[in-house]
């Protein structure tokens, strides 16, 4: 079982965001404020671009947003026409070399570019294009997307594009900023998220739609799968320049990325998927119980839809602080559980003598969910049963998800009942693939689901086997 550790996060980590505005005068302003709303994607750094034209101008920081930006800071980015990324890092290091959008001057202009994703094949390319001369300014997965514009021979920017993303193989929606263009576009399985808007005359682009509620901008709809779209002073325009792929969104976006308020993968609300599944979940796991309670935030809709569906009271019993920064002092370690006490805390008045039943998300490690358990107990609980909406995890993402290694899995190498002896519940369910997919909006074969199946939408090449350490995989449950 995985060692009992002060502080380790026992979820996936958000991967990053990007967004864009064309033809706005408080581009780099909407900018920033879209970031802000899409800052539970990416809590490592930020970077915003702007442009005027004829040149580029950038801010970038360590951190969070708010802490980044000051109005000093936005006044230094002119210009109608702008892009912003949050990182959390899935390839590369976390340095402030990493930090995007990146920026290049070659022969056809200024190149500004964000990425959300992950490419499998980035070390190949890397290797290939050093071996031709290119030298790499960062540790950044992303960077080979702009070696490969350069390098390409096309006689047109867009041209280029093409021919570098037509090269790479994984997740990627990108905006691209230039001169006079802001240039989106989606990887032909549809990984991640990307979606398009207006405000008033303006164009914006993001990873999710919360972000256009917050500048008063309207959803047109998603960016589909392998599309690429140009928006100039002439208006927009819509290409599809890549082979068609099998569809693969990934579910995980509606189990625990996005944001409940965001529209996904075909304008469908986050919220009511996340509920569904509590409801999938109580008809498949239900126990006698006095009280539903979810562990927060992001298990709240499981939680509520599970109450619904069980019929039982639904309370918050276990209270977070919103307030514990990315760094802090760490005590002794003869004060046990810290790392989840700064986040979490129990409400005995809410669970004392109750049999109590907890709606998570997920469970990664394993770690968390045992101090959370224990907290429960403390507080006078008379039963604890766990309930997962999601399927065991039992394999690593590799398409924009910084997730641990197969052996760190605790669904991967431990049985249903070795994980609830180990997290010392009264019981532990989890949702059943059948179900989660029926919960799902559209239809259930445009979904990955690899990091429970391990059935991944793109295959892998010996070579990217063992760069990614997949090759002879022989993990054994219980």
């Known amino acids: 079982m995985p060692p009992e550790t002060l502080i380790t996060p026992d979820k996936f980590h958000d991967q990053c965001a990007v967004f864009g505005v064309f033809g706005h005068q408080e581009a780099a302003n909407l900018t920033y404020l879209g970031l802000y709303a899409l800052q539970h994607r990416g809590q490592e750094s930020s970077g915003l671009v702007s442009s005027n034209g004829q040149e580029l101008f950038q801010e970038k920081g360590m951190g969070l947003v708010a802490d980044i930006y000051s109005k000093n800071r936005l006044k230094r980015l002119p210009g109608s026409k702008a892009i912003g990324h949050n990182r959390y890092s899935t390839a590369g290091q976390s340095h402030f070399k990493n930090i995007q959008p990146l920026?290049?001057?070659?022969?056809?202009?200024?190149?500004?570019?964000?990425?959300?994703?992950?490419?499998?094949?980035?070390?190949?390319?890397?290797?290939?294009?050093?071996?031709?001369?290119?030298?790499?300014?960062?540790?950044?997965?992303?960077?080979?997307?702009?070696?490969?514009?350069?390098?390409s021979k096309a006689d047109t920017l867009i041209k280029r594009i093409i021919d570098a993303l037509s090269m790479v193989r994984g997740a990627f929606s990108l905006v691209i900023l230039t001169d006079h263009e802001l240039i989106a576009v989606r990887d032909p399985h549809g990984f991640r998220p990307l979606c398009l808007g207006r405000i008033k005359d303006a164009w914006v682009v993001a990873s999710e739609t919360c972000s256009f509620d917050l500048i008063d901008a309207e959803y047109v709809r998603d960016i589909e799968p392998g599309e690429l779209v140009i928006i100039n002073d002439e208006g927009m325009t819509s290409h599809y320049p890549f082979l068609p792929a099998s569809p693969a969104q990934c579910i995980f976006e509606y189990i625990y990325f996005s944001r409940p308020d965001s529209k996904i993968f075909g304008g469908h609300t986050v919220y009511p998927v996340r509920k569904a599944l509590g409801h999938q979940l109580a008809k498949e796991a239900m126990v006698l119980a006095d009280v539903v309670i979810p562990v927060p935030d992001s298990g709240v809709p499981a939680a509520l839809g599970f109450a619904e569906g069980a019929g039982i009271p639904f309370e918050i019993g276990l209270t977070r602080n919103h307030y514990v920064g990315r760094t802090f002092i760490e005590p002794e370690q003869s004060i046990r559980h810290f790392g989840v006490k700064l986040k979490l805390n129990a409400v005995p008045d809410v669970l004392k003598g109750k049999r109590v039943i907890v709606v998570d998300d997920s469970i990664v490690r394993g770690t968390t969910s045992r101090k959370i358990v224990k907290m429960i107990r403390q507080a006078g609980a008379k039963e604890v049963h766990m309930r997962i909406s999601s399927p065991p995890i039992i394999a690593p993402c590799f398409y924009g998800i910084d997730t641990p290694t197969q052996k760190e899995l605790v669904g991967a190498n431990h049985a249903v009942e070795d994980i609830r002896k180990y997290i010392t519940a009264d019981s532990l369910a989890y949702i059943s693939m059948e179900g989660m997919l029926n919960a799902a909006p559209s239809r259930r074969d445009q979904y990955c689901h690899a990091c429970f199946t391990e059935q991944y939408p793109i295959s892998f090449t010996r070579a990217e086997q063992l760069q990614l350490g997949l090759f002879d995989s022989t993990h054994k449950k219980g």
């Open 103 to 151: 920026t290049v001057n070659f022969a056809l202009g200024n190149l500004a570019l964000a990425h959300n994703g992950n490419l499998v094949n980035a070390s190949m390319l890397r290797s290939e294009l050093e071996a031709y001369g290119s030298i790499f300014q960062s540790d950044s997965d992303s960077e080979a997307i702009i070696h490969l514009i350069a390098h």
